[in-house]
């Protein structure tokens, strides 16, 4: 069974084209998204229903949230906008007039990646960094950072190859499920943070290769 976190502004009921799934439903406003009340909790999809989508409030979201899949919900997102989320961390757009069937099934899509995701047994050490792939958190020295589910996946394959070249077509088949120019952007910006995240620890490094992708390295 999935878990389902519906937002809306004023917490309107779910469509009915995903109560009758069986799934498990939990309806939240966007007040209690700026709100602490659930922070730490864990859902595989978000589903936002807003006129309003901001790249602050996303980021807001997927850091206090643990959140498989984060999909918008509006009518109001031009194309620029509409890429400044993909980079944020969301991993669908739909327009609000979808139809209940439409909507059943693609999250029955996410519902068939989430099954065949694989979630790593244990914590990985990255030099002083502890990484909780499956509970999405970057551990350094007592303080906790919640990865987005993208940020997660690209620094779980930059793990798998460490000290290996990390094709950047093959995580982006992986991750983004297509190898497009938006897509590729949006995976620079992704290591950039990911950059950021491990500063703090000076022998880590995420180097570029040309023609092929990434290496994530540490040096003794």
């Known amino acids: 069974m999935i878990r389902i976190l519906f937002i809306s502004q004023d917490d309107k009921e779910f469509p009915s084209g995903i109560v009758s799934q069986g799934w498990e439903l939990t309806p939240c406003s966007e007040d209690e998204i700026q709100s602490s009340s659930l922070n730490g909790k ?19 979201l997927t850091t206090n949230i643990s959140i498989q899949f984060l999909i918008i919900l509006t009518s109001a997102c031009d194309e620029t906008n509409r890429i400044v989320m993909l980079q944020n ?15 059943q099934l693609r999250l029955k899509t996410y519902q068939k990646r989430l099954s065949k995701t694989h979630l790593h047994s244990g914590i990985r ?17 007592g303080e906790h950072r919640i990865l987005t589910t993208k940020e997660a996946e690209l620094l779980s394959m930059l793990a798998e190859s460490m000290n290996l070249p990390l094709s950047k077509h093959d995580a982006l088949i992986r991750i983004w499920g297509e190898d497009s120019y938006h897509n590729g952007r949006s995976m620079d910006v992704y290591i950039a943070k990911l950059r950021k995240y491990l500063q703090l620890d000076e022998d880590i490094h995420i180097m570029n290769i040309h023609g092929t992708g990434y290496k994530l390295s540490i040096l003794t």
């Open 89 to 103: 961390g969301v991993d669908d757009i739909l327009d609000e007039s979808i139809s209940n069937e439409e909507l």
């Open 125 to 141: 050490r990255i030099g002083s960094y502890d990484f909780d792939y499956e509970r999405r958190v970057l551990s350094f020295a």
């Open 42 to 60: 864990s859902f595989d999809i978000a589903i936002w229903h807003t006129q309003s989508p901001n790249p602050s409030s996303i980021r807001s």
